[in-house]
């Protein structure tokens, strides 16, 4: 094959296909350049002036690297892989590089393998990056717990390009040796580390990078991103449906900054996907913003491919793969053809998609995750001594459009029923559900904006236990134990009855629906959420889901309580 594709590369022989009259995006040159596109197997072989046994005339259209998501979770886009790479072909994404903590936290090896086993063979590349903390903490009751050890076999897979986040900065810092020894494998196999340290500055960063750790997606301020590149760290611009980083790290997208720096969506629901899209959703607002669309594509294909070693991906260039996205136009990045290894996958040309069926069925371990006896609202009341009651309470406030949260101090009601409205606080429940412990922490949330009913969920990062907001006990249990008996999911209740549910029974995390039916069901929930009091500027699945990650300041809850994230204490919340 080299020997033809050498010949069709110096014009001897005709190419297999030749995009003509194209205006290129040059990610090398950061410019546009007019010429054909010559491919030969699964190869960009030439640019310049080609014939071709099949041309498609690109006049007035704009040909780029088709898109790499540098870091995200199909779990949070709650889809099975071959419906998630269903959803985002059209998108001219061609890649992403997944971590799969969220179902290694809930079934350990054998979620890994699930997500390996059922991403082969797509139209869309579903690289992996190992998960370094399951649990994220001590303090989390995961389903399940990975050593250095345990890691070790899957660098075998050549899908395998990472270690994922290494969110515990804190046991890095301290010198936690499995966590090294993760770090230690991942680079003595070749392999990229990424981090997750949102706020660290100074010194303690300087320890953090020498430890080994290459990037970071939790930068939510310019200056915080402009530090870690200048210390030689890679900055991932995300941009997902709870975490909205794009704005502030706009400067990013200029000199030097551009080189070190990539796009992705870390956590996207399946609504967001179908209506505002993927890397190219990403590329449309920071355009928008002001970005140098060369430079935004650059960002979002090249670099991401360079930093996790994909040498042959991301540049439309010859000896790259021709992975490649055909768009109407640079402002809206409306997407017309999308090539994967040289083939039309999305287009006027694409075969069409037969669906893809799952290599194996799912183990039960996957399937059945849920070990929680039956809730009644005396689960969900504090337990104080009425007769000599708390002074003050503990509470945590939501940043709008941050994974970031803050902590209230405020006086004690005369009676706490659930709820102080007239101050937007509500109850918040975090159960274990793995493994049957019965351990339930309580607390209280402020800027939710629930107003009635509540609200649970088994998706809650990083180990997904079990999750209600509520104003009244009785429908929090009432929602917990529907999405116990549907084996995870979403559940709303009010009035006792519940109101809306989703079924998500892949370690209560995904479903095999498509996502046109899962995001109309998604748009239900939030509708119904919105009537019960959640602002419009919050998302109530997402936002809720992030409230137990004991990882991301300033304080969150866990099935043991309260956490201070800095100091990875246990709080009190009533004193």
Not at 337 to 352: K, L, S
Not at 415 to 427: P, Y
């Amino acid at each position: 094959m080299i020997i033809r594709q050498i010949q069709v590369a110096r014009g001897t022989e005709s190419a297999d296909l030749v995009l003509k009259n194209g205006a290129i995006v040059n990610v090398f040159t950061e410019a546009l350049e007019r010429a054909d596109v010559a491919i030969c197997g699964d190869r960009i072989v030439g640019i310049g002036m080609y014939d071709g046994k099949r041309e498609i005339d690109c006049t007035g259209r704009f040909i780029a690297p088709a898109f790499l998501d540098g870091h995200m979770h199909l779990e949070s886009t709650m889809l099975c892989p071959s419906e998630f790479a269903r959803a985002v072909l059209p998108h001219g994404t061609s890649g992403v590089i997944a971590d799969p903590h969220e179902i290694a936290n809930v079934c350990g090896k054998a979620g890994i393998e699930y997500m390996l086993s059922h991403s082969e063979g797509l139209p869309v590349d579903i690289f992996f990056a190992l998960s370094s903390c399951v649990p994220a903490t001590a303090f989390d009751e995961s389903g399940a717990y990975l050593t250095a050890e345990d890691l070790l076999p899957f660098y075998q897979n050549p899908r395998v390009l990472a270690l994922a986040e290494v969110m515990d900065y804190v046991g890095v810092l301290d010198g936690k040796r499995d966590l090294l020894q993760k770090i230690a494998d991942a680079r003595s196999n070749g392999r990229v580390v990424d981090g997750h340290a949102p706020g660290l500055t100074g010194k303690d960063l300087c320890g953090y990078l020498t430890a080994g750790v290459q990037s970071d997606h939790e930068c939510s301020r310019a200056q915080e991103a402009t530090e870690r590149i200048a210390r030689g760290q890679w900055v991932m611009v995300r941009q997902g449906t709870a975490a909205k980083n794009l704005a502030a790290l706009m400067p990013l997208f200029a000199r030097p900054y551009c080189e070190r720096a990539m796009l992705a969506t870390d956590d996207r629901d399946p609504s967001d996907l179908l209506r505002e899209g993927h890397i190219d959703g990403i590329l449309r607002q920071a355009v928008a913003l002001g970005a140098d669309p060369c430079i935004a594509i650059k960002m979002g294909s090249f670099n991401t491919a360079q930093y996790f070693g994909l040498s042959d991906r991301g540049a439309v260039a010859p000896g790259y793969r021709a992975d490649l996205v055909v768009l109407r136009d640079l402002e809206s990045f409306q997407v017309e053809r999308v090539y994967h290894a040289g083939a039309e996958q999305y287009g006027p040309d694409a075969m069409p998609q037969t669906p893809i069926t799952p290599h194996r069925k799912a183990e039960e371990r996957v399937t059945h995750s849920f070990r929680v006896k039956h809730l009644t609202g005396r689960d969900f009341c504090f337990s104080y001594d009425k007769k000599d009651p708390p002074k003050q309470m503990r509470v945590i406030r939501l940043q709008k459009g941050q994974l970031l949260t803050e902590e209230v101090i405020i006086d004690f009601p005369v009676a706490l029923d659930g709820v102080c409205k007239a101050q937007d606080i509500c109850k918040l429940a975090v159960i274990e559900r793995h493994k049957g412990t019965g351990h339930i922490g309580l607390g209280l949330l402020q800027g939710y904006g629930l107003k009635e009913g509540a609200i649970a969920s088994s998706v809650a990062h990083d180990s997904h236990n079990l999750i209600v907001a509520g104003v009244a006990e009785e429908d929090m249990a009432a929602a917990a134990n529907a999405v116990c008996e549907m084996q995870g999911g979403w559940a709303i209740a009010c009035g006792g009855k519940i109101a809306a549910s989703l079924a998500l029974p892949i370690a209560g995390l995904m479903s095999e629906s498509p996502a046109e039916i899962i995001a109309e069901q998604v748009e239900i929930l939030k509708k119904t959420a919105r009537s019960l009091g959640v602002g419009e500027g919050i998302d109530p699945f997402m936002t809720l889901a992030f409230l137990s990650l004991p990882v991301i300041p300033k304080v969150k809850l866990t099935t043991r309580g309260l956490i201070d994230v800095q100091s990875q204490t246990l709080r009190p919340v009533l004193f």
